[in-house]
């Protein structure tokens, strides 16, 4: 692996100073570690939702890692990767329209990206059949899924280390170590390559999540 760009324990307020939060949240920091639960009841929908923005924009060939630990489900965590805007602008240039967490300004709005669901426990056919999925955007292009090794979440639950790998047209997804699907793209079918960008963890209510240890190393 290349050289680090960037790492963030994700332990304290000081460390997400500069994130952005689209949506409503209630961030805290429990045993050291980023704790994210809607701030708005589950019932408003779409609107309970939320994504929280690393400030940073990363070159194209990337691995980005972080630990995962669900704690209170139903729900869906999912991670942004190489989101930019659509004229290759920064995803919070003042002309892009306003987001506030709700799915289709992230997939049909002003912006592209990939997206790994990688925790879905939200509809009962997601609660009862686990996936990872990777979407790539603008549009809803559903372009590579595998299974979930990660079990129900639980107070005591343990903690998972996720790894993207994005290179050249490649996209990979791990979960301890354990590819979970690799994904490449003819910069065709689900339109163009997308490069560099930033990374954004969403949640959908009412789920309770924790992270910890952000890196990202670029790919030589």
Same mark, same amino acid.
């Given at each position: ?5 960037? *790492?963030?324990?994700?332990? /304290? ?8 939060? %689209? ?28 994504? !929280? ?13 972080? %630990? ?11 991670? $942004? @990767? ?9 995803? !919070? ?10 799915? #289709?300004? =992230?997939?049909?709005? +002003?912006?592209?990206? @990939? ?8 509809? #009962? ?14 549009? $809803? ?10 079990? +129900?979440? /639980?107070? +005591? ?5 996720? *790894? ?36 954004? $963890? ?8 924790? =992270?910890?240890?952000?890196?990202? %190393?670029?790919?030589?």
């Amino acid at each position: 692996m290349g050289t680090l760009l960037y *790492k963030n324990p994700l332990s /304290s307020p000081e460390d997400v100073r500069n994130f952005i939060l %689209e949506g409503r949240a209630d961030i805290t920091f429990e045993d050291g570690a980023l704790t994210m639960e809607n701030a708005l009841p589950s019932s408003d929908g779409q609107k309970a939702n939320y994504v !929280f923005w690393c400030p940073v924009e990363f070159p194209s060939d990337i691995q980005v890692s972080w %630990e995962f630990r669900p704690v209170r489900e139903p729900g869906l965590a999912m991670i $942004f @990767f190489a989101a930019k805007g659509r004229r290759g602008q920064s995803i !919070f240039d003042p002309g892009l329209a306003k987001r506030d967490g709700q799915y #289709p300004q =992230y997939h049909h709005g +002003d912006i592209n990206a @990939f997206h790994i669901s990688y925790f879905r426990r939200k509809e #009962p056919d997601e609660r009862a059949f686990h996936t990872c999925n990777l979407r790539k955007s603008y549009g $809803f292009y559903l372009v590579s899924q595998g299974a979930d090794p990660i079990p +129900d979440a /639980s107070p +005591d639950a343990a903690w998972y280390r996720l *790894k993207v790998v994005k290179k050249g047209n490649t996209v990979s997804f791990a979960v301890n170590e354990l590819t979970v699907f690799t994904f490449c793209d003819d910069g065709k079918t689900f339109g163009p390559l997308l490069g560099g960008g930033c990374i954004g $963890f969403r949640q959908l209510a009412p789920m309770k999540g924790q =992270y910890r240890n952000l890196q990202v %190393e670029d790919i030589q």
